[in-house]
């Protein structure tokens, strides 16, 4: 895994100027900060999607939100992500930011979210080390990718819906 330079993300997290704000923080590769807003639905959403990786995979591990990651283009956040219990073992309890990439990423698209943007991210999260990238779309709609491309279902999480229900 490439290391990123990571002081200004450790400024963030001590800035308290930054901790109230209603945004999704990223680095760039170039340091600078990387602000997207958050409407309620993304929240909801990435608890949903926590919800279906807790029925669909099988194997040991650990779902999370919000889970900071080095890469060489800066600390991303995917907004919710599945690690085994082998990779969750090899983060130090004070990271600040994961040197380890989890097996699956899941991005939350929001309105502001390119396809460029989120083409780099599935790239990013992919040559770190993710199996899977899935993305979750406006209407709902999860797609799943891998290093070969998009496929029809999660080889992680095989019998997961590609559609993420509103309510129970």
């Not at 070969?148 to 997961?160: M, Q, T, V, Y």
């Amino acid at each position: 895994m490439a290391t990123t330079d990571t002081s200004m993300w450790h400024r963030v997290l001590r800035d308290p100027q930054l901790r109230e704000l209603p945004y999704k923080i990223e680095t760039n590769e170039h340091g600078q900060l990387v602000l997207n807003p958050h409407k309620p639905y993304h929240g909801y959403f990435q608890m949903r999607i926590g919800e279906l990786l807790l029925r669909h995979v099988e194997r040991p591990g650990r779902r999370a939100v919000e889970f900071a990651v080095e890469t060489p283009k800066g600390v991303k956040v995917p907004d919710v992500v599945w690690l085994s219990d082998e990779r969750w073992a090899q983060i130090p309890e004070d990271a600040e930011a994961s040197s380890v990439m989890p097996e699956l990423c899941v991005e939350v698209r929001s309105e502001d979210n390119t396809d460029a943007e989120m083409r780099e991210k599935r790239q990013l999260y992919l040559e770190e080390g993710a199996q899977e990238v899935w993305v979750c779309d406006a209407d709902r709609h999860l797609r799943f990718f891998d290093a070969d491309g998009e496929r029809d279902r999660s080889a992680l999480a095989p019998g997961c819906p590609p559609m993420v229900a509103s309510a129970e």
